[in-house]
């Protein structure tokens, strides 16, 4: 980590804040095509700041090009905030976002399906449609 972050994150008290700092480093990684680090440093900016689903959807954005580095944030952002309270939001908006990561591909859009399946349960406002398949018939 460079000392300038680590000293800003030393002196910086507000969550907001420090996630922001981290998100930031996260970008500047991918920039430098440090892929670890910067699942790392959005890892902990979502740490810092579980309860916020605008920073769940930047950190989607931004590893869009990373679909396995994405799942694997996604998975571990699902497993560390439960489905209410204040973290209720990033959590359906987290679930939701990987559901959309399985339809991208065709052999994980069944785990895109049940997963949809759970949303809806959840909360049928967060469920994204279901593709169009090309195996339909419609009469």
């Known amino acids: ?10 002196t910086t008290t507000e969550p907001a804040a420090k996630a922001s700092l981290l998100f930031d480093a996260g970008t500047q990684a991918l920039a430098a095509l440090r892929y670890g680090s910067a ?13 916020s689903a605008p920073l769940v ?34 959590s359906l908006t987290a679930l939701a976002s990987l559901v959309q990561l399985y339809d991208r591909t065709p052999k994980q859009r069944a785990k895109a ?14 469920a ?8 339909d018939v419609s009469a």
């Open 39 to 51: 699942e790392n440093y959005f890892r902990r900016a979502l740490r810092v700041q579980a309860d």
């Open 57 to 90: 959807t930047r950190v989607v954005a931004a590893l869009a090009r990373r679909p396995r580095g994405l799942e694997a944030l996604l998975w571990r952002q699902l497993a560390d905030a439960p489905f209410q309270g204040p973290r209720r939001e990033a």
């Open 128 to 135: 994204p449609e279901e593709p169009a398949s090309s195996h």
């Open 113 to 126: 399906s049940a997963l949809r399946h759970v949303l809806r349960e959840l909360d049928p406002a967060f």
């Open 1 to 10: 980590m460079p000392r300038k972050l680590a000293q800003q994150l030393e």
